[in-house]
C-alpha cells in the first residue's frame, strides 16, 4: 500500500513537473484571443507619446498608421472581441499606462445596451482564459490569494494543451522558424504594426447581428470608465470615449436606448467625449459582415473622421 502511495505521488509530481515545462516554454496558442499577448508585446515596447485603442472587432479595421502620420503619437490598438469585458480589458492595461498617454475606448452597443450579452462579457470562459494568458504574472497569486486552485490549474491545463497542439502542427508542417513564437500563430501576418488587421474584413449578407435586443443603460454599468479615468488621471494620463459606428436601420430602430445612453455619458463620464452616436451612423453598404464590422469603404471614411475628433480633443 505504500508503495502505491509513493508511486502516485511520483507520477503526480512527474505530471506537474511536464505541465510546468510546457505552460513557461515559448510558443503560440492557436485561438485569435491569443493575440492579447502579442498586443501586450506591443504595448510595452511602442515608444510615447501613445494612442491605446481600447474594444471589440469593431475596431480592428481601423487604419492606425493614419492616425500616427495626421497626430504623430504611436497607435497601440488593443482591441480584440466584443465579448471581452470592457472593464476587464482596461484592468490589463493599468500596470502599463505612463504620462502622456491618451485612452480612446468604445463599446460596442451591445456589450452595454443587451443586458444579457453584457452579462456574457463579464463572465464567459474564454475571456478570463486569455486575460490570464496575457498576464499570468498579475493573475496566478490571484487565485493563489482566492484559494481557486482547480480553476488554476485547470486553465494552465487547458492553455498548455492548446501550446503542445500548436508546437506538434509546427513539426508536421516542418514550419520550424515558428515554434518558439509566442502569442498567436503568425500575429505578424494578421495584424500590422499597429494590431490592426493586416486585411480588410469579407462583406456577406445579411448582416450578422442585425435582430438587436436593447435595453435603456444602466449608471451601475459605466461606473469603471469613470473609476479608470481616475486611474489614468493619476498616472497623468487622458481617457477619451466614442461611439461606434453603427448601422442606419439598427439605429433608427433603437434610436431611444442610444440616445438614453449618450445622455447618461454626457452626464456622468468623466473623460473626453469625441462625438455624438449619429456621427457614426453610416449606410449599410460601409459594413461588412456584421452590425459592427466596416469593410474598406466605410473605414476609409471613419478613421478620417475620428482623427478629425482627435484633433478637436487635443
Known sequence: ????FISIVICFVLMGETLAGIWYAPGTIPHDLAALVNKKEMLISKPSPRMIFVGGSSVLSLKGPLIEKALNYSVINMSLWGGLAT?????????F????DIVIVTMEYGTILDDDYLEYTLTNDEGKKFFFLMAPERHIPIYM???NFFNLIKIIHELSQMKVKSFIRNLTTLNFSHLFDIGFPNYQEEFDPSGDRARPYMVFRPLQGIQTHFNYP???NIAFLNNFCDFASRRKARVFFYFSHFPEEQYRANEKYINAYYELMSKYFKGTL???PLEFKYPEKYFADTIYH???EGENIRTPELIKMLKRAL
Do not use: Q, T, V
Not at 1 to 4: A, G, P, Q, R
Not at 97 to 100: E, V
Open 274 to 276: 469625441l462625438n455624438r
Open 1 to 4: 500500500m505504500k508503495k502505491l
Open 87 to 95: 472593464m476587464k480589458h482596461l484592468e490589463e492595461i493599468k500596470p
Open 97 to 100: 499606462l505612463k504620462p502622456g
Open 294 to 296: 466596416l469593410n474598406d
Open 145 to 147: 490569494k482566492n484559494r
Open 218 to 220: 444602466k449608471k451601475k
